[in-house]
């Protein structure tokens, strides 16, 4: 034993000497290349031991540096991870326990230190769930440049507008490279491929023909190659870091659950982690220690000599790197994703060859015997147990307030992203997230069948196949009658196919089970208002503005109904309403004049028209109703000048 110790300590001193040198000064450092695949699986890896699949550039960054058997994610969902394998802090740390929630600037990212260490750094995401513009705010901190999608596009297809495909990803990476070639690099490449749907372009389409899932992973790992090849090609390949990462994997109906989100078992959290050292260092050595994803970046840290933050909930993996025998280190797990579905959110550890899952029906699980997690031991009077659960307490006791998203966090763009991805928003949970303790939710073992047919719905929906998300969403119904995801999307999708007294039925009964729920109520008083039931749709926005007066959309559509009776009146008074909460939207502005002027109130419609109409406004409507307002003050000049405006603006806003 003891010279088994000698034996390490020796390679413990030699190899984390080798892994720093060449000594890092100025211009000198190494390059560091992240590439995050997503929704990858470990056991879907050939490297991995997985022989179905051919994955060459993994394989060969596994030969030429250092795998890690047993890494895990502490989140299944694409956010959260990936702000986790940023920052070096779990989701509960962090913040960022959903989509569109900002990283909070207190906490630096890798990105940031490395770019002050010195670092050029650039980012390429391979789809809008990380764009730092609205779903991943705050994850572009520390990114000279970081790759957004565009902000308006014509695109039909996903291909551009929500995703980039892997070689999309890789080109346009090599590209900003080619034009930023000096200095040391930081760059991140995000491969979005195996995430479903399972699309993967030929020939991967037909090799893995009845394993879409993989032929996606072949994909990915074909781009990875060419990013590999292109470093090679520069000259940069041998001396940099190489970090590949998956950031989380995928259920494939494990535990009943198809995709990822919900839960915490190792089909979605555990992931293929690969560092390459420069010049090769310790090739070919795998760890088979317990590591986290949240050591990547003081792992990375530490290989360049750059000071890590204090009170990371990550530890340099340089131990390992060098062959150390060091203790494995304990994975948490939180995933708050149920709560979009009113259902609980759950927490994990896992340790010394068990796991343990705190949830309404709680689950204990040992790794050893039992890999796949199927045989449930939870006893609560179990010492193990006890102490496990004693573990999570602690952590939940210093992490900073969670769960406080506002659904105002995600705008009505976005929330229409998420959904063509496949996620729920929090507005779609509607009030059932109210329940003030979360234990008292649905355990989402119990509802996950409801997920699957809700996801499978959502996804068919994107893709226009009406009548497959129909089904899918009458299923739910069967197992639960009083769904109000389901009935809402049941509504929603008569409401777009224009059968608005159908649209009324489901979504009466989704606002019967939510009646607090305001984007219920909103979306209920829409379908009525279209077919042709006003006093309907007037009661229903009455009562939910009872219950909160300040939202703006409710009060545009109240004051549309009221001019569906032609009660000028009570409309102006919601209009009013409307440009008090939003001074600045136009949609009320133009609502407020359009029904001043038709109760000739011409002057007070000019004093609200003329303090919008500055020069910088480019809205033609509001030159045209100004037109229409001084025309009925008798103020012809003005109107003309006004209607000139207006014709101008629209002339330049046509498709050339
Ligand atoms: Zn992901």
Redesign the pocket.
């Known amino acids: 034993m003891r010279i088994l110790f000698v034996l390490l300590c020796c390679h413990l001193t030699a190899g984390a000497s080798v892994a720093r040198e060449p000594e890092p000064g100025k211009g000198s450092r190494p390059g560091v290349f992240l590439i995050t695949i997503?929704?990858l699986r470990a056991d879907h890896v050939h490297c991995y031991g997985y022989e179905q699949i051919r994955t060459p550039a993994l394989d060969l960054l596994a030969a030429q540096g250092i795998r890690f058997t047993q890494a895990f994610t502490p989140s299944p969902?694409?956010n959260s991870?990936?702000t986790s394998i940023m920052t070096g802090l779990l989701p509960s740390s962090h913040g960022v326990s959903d989509f569109g929630v900002p990283l909070a600037a207190k906490y630096p990212t890798l990105a940031e230190l490395l770019s002050k260490g010195g670092y050029t750094t650039a980012a390429f995401i391979g789809s809008v769930?990380l764009d730092s513009k609205n779903l991943a705010p705050g994850l572009d901190r520390g990114f000279e440049f970081y790759d957004n999608f565009p902000e308006v596009t014509t695109a039909k297809s996903r291909w551009g507008r929500l995703e980039r495909r892997g070689m999309e990803v890789e080109e346009r990476a090599e590209s900003w490279l080619n034009a930023h070639s000096a200095g040391s690099h930081f760059v991140w490449l995000h491969f979005?491929d195996p995430?479903d749907p399972y699309e993967p372009p030929p020939p991967y389409s037909e090799i893995y023909k009845d394993r879409l899932y993989d032929g996606e992973i072949a994909y990915a790992d074909s781009a990875l190659g060419h990013f590999l090849a292109y470093l090679k090609k520069q000259g940069w390949y041998e001396g940099a870091v190489i970090v590949v990462v998956g950031?989380?994997g995928e259920g494939l109906g494990e535990h009943h659950e198809d995709t990822?989100g919900i839960f915490l078992y190792d089909s979605t959290t555990h992931v293929p982690l690969i560092v390459k050292l420069p010049n090769e260092r310790e090739a070919g050595r795998t760890v088979e220690a317990q590591v986290r994803t949240t050591d990547i970046m003081p792992t990375i840290l530490s290989l360049l000599g750059i000071a890590a933050p204090a009170n990371l909930d990550g530890d340099s993996l340089e131990p390992f790197l060098a062959g150390v025998q060091a203790a494995p280190r304990t994975v948490f797990g939180e995933t708050e994703y149920p709560l979009r579905f009113g259902w609980a959110p759950l927490r994990s550890i896992r340790n010394e060859g068990l796991k343990f899952i705190e949830a309404p029906k709680p689950e204990l699980y040992d790794l050893r015997a039992d890999p796949g997690e199927s045989h449930n031991h939870y006893e609560p009077w179990d010492g193990t147990v006890q102490k496990l659960r004693k573990s999570l307490a602690e952590l939940s006791a210093k992490s900073p307030a969670r769960g406080k998203t506002s659904p105002a966090a995600v705008s009505p763009n976005t929330i229409d992203e998420l959904h063509a991805l496949g996620y729920l928003g929090s507005a779609d949970a509607g009030s059932a997230t109210d329940v003030p303790e979360p234990s008292l939710l649905p355990d989402p073992k119990d509802k996950i069948e409801q997920q699957n047919l809700l996801h499978t719905a959502t996804m068919a929906s994107e893709e226009g196949e009406t009548e497959k998300a129909r089904a899918a969403l009458e299923k739910v119904l069967q197992l639960d009658e009083s769904s109000a995801l389901a009935l809402r999307q049941l509504g929603r999708m008569e409401m777009a196919s224009g059968n608005y007294g159908k649209a009324a039925g489901y979504l009466r009964r989704a606002h019967a089970v939510n009646p607090n729920d305001a984007t219920g109520a909103l979306e209920y008083a829409r379908a009525l208002e279209l077919s042709g039931d006003l006093p309907g749709a007037r009661d229903v926005l009455l009562a939910s503005l009872k219950l909160n007066p300040d939202q703006f959309e409710a009060r545009l559509a109240l004051g549309q109904v009221y001019l569906g009776f032609n009660d000028s009146n009570a409309a102006e008074e919601q209009f009013e309403a409307a440009v008090l909460l939003q001074p600045g939207n136009s949609e009320a502005q133009i609502h407020l004049a359009k029904t001043l002027i038709r109760r000739k109130m011409f002057t007070e419609a000019v004093e609200l028209l003329e303090a919008v109409a500055e020069p910088s406004n480019r809205n033609p409507e509001i030159f045209e109703l100004l037109s229409q307002a001084y025309a009925g003050l008798g103020r012809r000049q003005d109107a003309q000048r006004a209607h000139l405006r207006a014709k101008t603006m629209q002339e330049s806003k046509q498709p050339q």
């Open positions: 997503d929704t969902i694409t991870s990936h769930i979005y995430h950031d989380h990822h």
